[in-house]
């Protein structure tokens, strides 16, 4: 979708090519191994949705400077790293269609390559020399983190409301894109109800993203996802699909997730698809995804309406074609 809007054509592939070459410069290491392993998992063909967020802020309020390079190579890195972690935590073997960090060079060094990718991201924080964006990623970094271990502690519950789950996405994952918005907006001097707007938009953007994942794992490919389907289940997190059928699904439906949640069983996999397909579930998620890209899209109201503004509209609903 962003491919064929002319704003692409004519600024963000200069932009993403630039980011990439100082992800390239700040990815090396003289220690061979973090070098290895950090181009590894860097040249994976992420999207790179999150850095376009920060170039997008940036260039839709007029911002023009180098900086925004690095800013957004620093959201990449902290992404990456995060990646790194929860492949090791989750056990995964597979990330964008091929092997995992951890599973070609042990959980030991992903972890600690995870660790130098945050310190590094951090660097680039430094190079901005915003004491504001200083304090934006420190927190969203920690909020991050505290989603991770929300989630952790989640694995196996069948008792989680909605409204827990949307909380530990909106932390683990939206909190990322929200930040990544809000540096663009700070680098570029925006006026408090822009930064705000710009913030919520990355938050609700984040948002459908994950639950648009969380609908790919029954039915998605795994290059698309990331994972390999049904990794959700075998690790026991109760996903919105899970969470819709066991509140508002069969008896059977429930019982089903309820057993394959507390014991992690990848088997029950092709079970609970048959109850998902025969239900709601799906199409429930998504309507709570157009929602989120709504409220998204209404938060660019208060921005310049330019080719920035317009690529950011198209990279919202883009989390939406996805299941198209």
Same mark, same amino acid.
């Given at each position: 979708?962003?491919?064929?809007?002319?704003?692409?054509?004519?600024?963000?592939?200069?932009?993403?090519?630039?980011?990439?070459?100082?992800?390239?410069?700040?990815?090396?290491?003289?220690?061979?191994?973090?070098?290895?392993?950090?181009?590894?998992?860097i040249s994976a063909g992420g999207k790179r949705?999150?850095?376009?967020?920060?170039?997008?802020?940036?260039?839709?309020?007029?911002?023009?400077?180098?900086?925004?390079?690095?800013?957004?190579?620093?959201?990449?890195?902290?992404?990456?790293?995060?990646?790194?972690?929860?492949?090791?935590?989750?056990?995964?073997?597979?990330?964008?269609?091929?092997?995992?960090?951890?599973?070609?060079?042990?959980?030991?060094?992903?972890?600690?390559?995870?660790?130098?990718?945050?310190?590094?991201?951090?660097?680039?924080?430094?190079?901005?020399?915003?004491?504001?964006?200083?304090?934006?990623?420190?927190?969203?970094?920690?909020?991050?983190?505290?989603?991770?271990?929300?989630?952790?502690?989640?694995?196996?519950?069948?008792?989680?409301?909605?409204?827990?789950?949307?909380?530990? *996405?909106?932390?683990?994952?939206?909190?990322?894109?929200? /930040? +990544? =918005?809000? %540096?663009?907006?700070? &680098?570029?001097? !925006?006026?408090?109800?822009?930064?705000?707007?710009?913030?919520?938009?990355?938050?609700?953007?984040?948002?459908?993203?994950?639950?648009?994942?969380?609908?790919?794992?029954?039915?998605?490919?795994?290059?698309?996802?990331g994972k390999n389907v049904g990794d959700d289940?075998?690790?026991?997190?109760?996903?919105?699909?899970? *969470?819709?059928?066991?509140?508002?699904?069969?008896?059977? /439906? +429930? =019982?089903? %997730?309820?057993?394959? &949640?507390?014991? !992690?069983?990848?088997?029950?996999?092709?079970?609970?698809?048959?109850?998902?397909?025969?239900?709601?579930?799906?199409?429930?998620?998504?309507?709570?995804?157009?929602?989120?890209?709504?409220?998204?899209?209404?938060?660019?109201?208060?921005?310049?309406?330019?080719?920035?503004?317009?690529?950011?509209?198209?990279?919202?609903?883009?989390?939406?074609?996805?299941?198209?």
């Amino acid at each position: 979708m962003l491919e064929n809007l002319p704003y692409f054509r004519r600024h963000l592939e200069n932009d993403l090519r630039r980011v990439n070459e100082v992800i390239d410069r700040a990815v090396t290491s003289e220690v061979a191994l973090i070098s290895q392993i950090g181009s590894y998992i860097i040249s994976a063909g992420g999207k790179r949705l999150r850095p376009i967020m920060t170039i997008l802020a940036g260039r839709a309020l007029g911002y023009e400077g180098d900086k925004l390079y690095s800013l957004a190579a620093m959201v990449e890195f902290i992404h990456t790293s995060t990646l790194l972690h929860d492949d090791v935590v989750d056990e995964s073997e597979l990330r964008r269609g091929r092997k995992t960090a951890n599973s070609l060079f042990g959980n030991a060094a992903a972890v600690l390559v995870g660790d130098f990718l945050y310190t590094r991201a951090f660097q680039l924080m430094v190079g901005s020399g915003s004491m504001k964006i200083l304090e934006v990623m420190a927190d969203a970094t920690n909020i991050i983190a505290e989603g991770e271990v929300m989630q952790l502690m989640n694995i196996g519950n069948t008792d989680i409301s909605e409204s827990e789950y949307v909380q530990v *996405i909106q932390y683990k994952t939206a909190k990322l894109f929200e /930040a +990544a =918005a809000q %540096v663009g907006a700070v &680098l570029a001097g !925006a006026a408090p109800e822009q930064e705000q707007a710009l913030k919520d938009y990355g938050m609700y953007v984040g948002t459908a993203f994950q639950i648009i994942d969380d609908v790919l794992d029954y039915g998605g490919k795994p290059e698309e996802i990331g994972k390999n389907v049904g990794d959700d289940l075998a690790e026991g997190k109760p996903t919105l699909p899970l *969470i819709y059928l066991m509140r508002q699904g069969s008896e059977t /439906a +429930a =019982a089903d %997730v309820r057993h394959a &949640l507390q014991n !992690a069983d990848r088997s029950r996999f092709e079970t609970i698809y048959r109850h998902v397909a025969e239900s709601d579930a799906l199409g429930y998620c998504v309507r709570q995804a157009e929602s989120a890209v709504q409220q998204a899209l209404a938060c660019l109201d208060t921005l310049p309406d330019n080719e920035a503004t317009q690529a950011m509209r198209a990279l919202a609903q883009q989390s939406l074609a996805r299941v198209s």
